[in-house]
């Protein structure tokens, strides 16, 4: 599977984004859809995801209550709705895609290309 993100920018704090996560080459049906983030000199971490099935989602302590993770199935897409965002959100935001349930970006096997998000003060 092929993903593509778009839909970073820079936005002020408390302010919000909606970034989409396009798949293609194939359905995400079967795979374990999420978000990470990599800010500047920092590894890369776990934002959300879907459970395998899709049906529940899991969320970074960092971002409980301000990120909601969501899926098109019919367009084949997943989205990260970003709201109150704040300085420290600020990083370049991948989707990816795993065969099984994990926070590890070890365990995933597909990545999207990034989208810069940035929140000033």
């Known amino acids: 599977v092929q993903l593509q993100a778009s839909g970073g920018g820079l936005v002020q704090a408390g302010g919000s984004l909606r970034l989409s996560c396009a798949a293609s080459?194939?359905?995400?049906?079967?795979?374990?859809m999420a978000w990470f983030r990599q800010a500047p000199g920092k590894e890369r971490e776990f934002v959300a995801r879907?459970?395998?099935?899709?049906?529940?989602?899991f969320y970074a302590d960092s971002v409980k209550g301000r990120f909601t993770i969501s899926r098109d199935n019919g367009k084949n897409t997943v989205y990260l709705e970003m709201n109150s965002l704040k300085p420290e959100d600020t990083a370049v935001y991948y989707c990816?895609?795993?065969?099984?349930?994990?926070?590890?970006?070890?365990?995933?096997?597909?990545w999207g290309q990034g989208t810069l998000v940035t929140v000033s003060s």
């Open positions: 990816a895609a795993s065969p099984s349930p994990s926070r590890d970006a070890r365990s995933y096997d597909a």
């Open positions: 080459g194939r359905t995400f049906s079967g795979y374990v």
């Open positions: 879907f459970s395998l099935r899709g049906a529940g989602t």
